[in-house]
């Protein structure tokens, strides 16, 4: 009997541990799930149709641009609150989310009149937000994603990525916005000496920089900074390529991909096949009362007949 109510225990708090454990990663992959960019592009202004963006502003005045970095998971809807937490944990639609949104620096101007405007966003895994920003740190990956553009004000902007910095998060000399006239050059100069990586782009105090900034796992309070400069003139996307549904993620996200409803009862489906194995491998080991007595009745009558 004791042994009974060991095995009970034993199973209930393996199967207990595998379903938190499987309703953990089923919550972690709902964050990245809401925050991939997949999920914003019914509202991205394309062409001349800004329609659809403007049906996003409709539900959220705070939203008033749109960031792409060519070749990256950036792709988002960019707001901006009379704070720089609001959007931390609030989403485009104005709804609260731990993955929050890509936003502008409560002091810059929403028009990027600013000679340095500062963007926002969480660093989060497979390429959701601003995941993507450290793989420019790798010298190849930055020197082939050096375009994206900037939706504002009705018109898209080019804008050309020139500098990577890793830095940390109280460095005044990065992250002072907006810098006055006579600050300018000094940005410009510390942009130099900071930079991982730099192309040779001629930058001037007159031009419009835009840095988008994420927290960096590399090291304590750091801060991964793309820096790049606004541009009149659009760019082309190098890799664009025809609208085709790709799932990049694991063979979890590949199904739920396929169909999203997955999501929402697969980690109940696992814990239901674990219970089912722990089940099995118990009546293995330990055989009912019912075969143990008709195993008892065949010995007696093998002695019966003197086997």
């Not at 709804?95 to 660093?123: A, C, K, M, P």
């Not at 890793?166 to 916005?177: L, M, N, Q, R």
């Not at 600050?183 to 001629?202: F, M």
């Not at 009862?265 to 008709?294: D, F």
Request: net charge negative; charged share 20%.
């Amino acid at each position: 009997m004791m042994n009974q109510v060991v095995n009970l225990v034993t199973c209930t708090t393996i199967l207990a541990l595998l379903v938190f454990a499987g309703y953990a990663l089923w919550d972690s992959g709902q964050v990245i799930h809401e925050a991939e960019a997949a999920n914003h592009q019914i509202w991205r202004p394309s062409g001349d149709d800004s329609v659809s963006f403007h049906e996003l502003q409709a539900i959220n005045p705070e939203v008033f641009a749109w960031l792409r970095v060519y070749g990256t998971g950036i792709d988002y809807p960019v707001t901006q609150a009379g704070d720089n937490a609001k959007y931390v944990n609030t989403n485009a639609q104005g709804e609260y989310s731990l993955s929050g949104s890509i936003f502008l620096d409560y002091r810059n101007d929403q028009h990027f009149g600013d000679f340095n405007s500062v963007v926002y966003g969480h660093h989060m895994e497979k390429s959701a937000m601003f995941g993507d920003l450290d793989r420019f740190a790798e010298r190849d990956f930055f020197d082939a994603h050096r375009f994206g553009d900037l939706y504002f004000d009705g018109a898209r902007h080019g804008v050309e990525f020139f500098a990577f910095i890793h830095t940390d998060a109280y460095d005044k000399d990065i992250f002072s916005a907006p810098v006055g006239q006579v600050d300018r050059g000094a940005l410009l100069a510390a942009i130099d000496g900071k930079a991982t990586h730099r192309h040779a782009a001629d930058i001037s105090i007159e031009d419009r920089l835009v840095l988008l900034t994420t927290c960096a796992a590399s090291s304590t309070n750091g801060r991964d900074v793309l820096v790049g400069v606004i541009a009149e003139e659009t760019f082309a996307d190098p890799f664009a390529q025809p609208s085709l549904a790709v799932n990049r993620g694991s063979g979890v996200d590949a199904l739920t991909g396929l169909w999203p409803g997955v999501r929402s009862w697969w980690p109940l489906g696992l814990g239901l096949i674990v219970a089912g194995l722990v089940v099995l491998l118990v009546r293995i080991r330990r055989p009912s009362h019912t075969v143990r007595a008709g195993l008892a009745g065949r010995r007696g009558l093998d002695r019966g007949l003197g086997k």
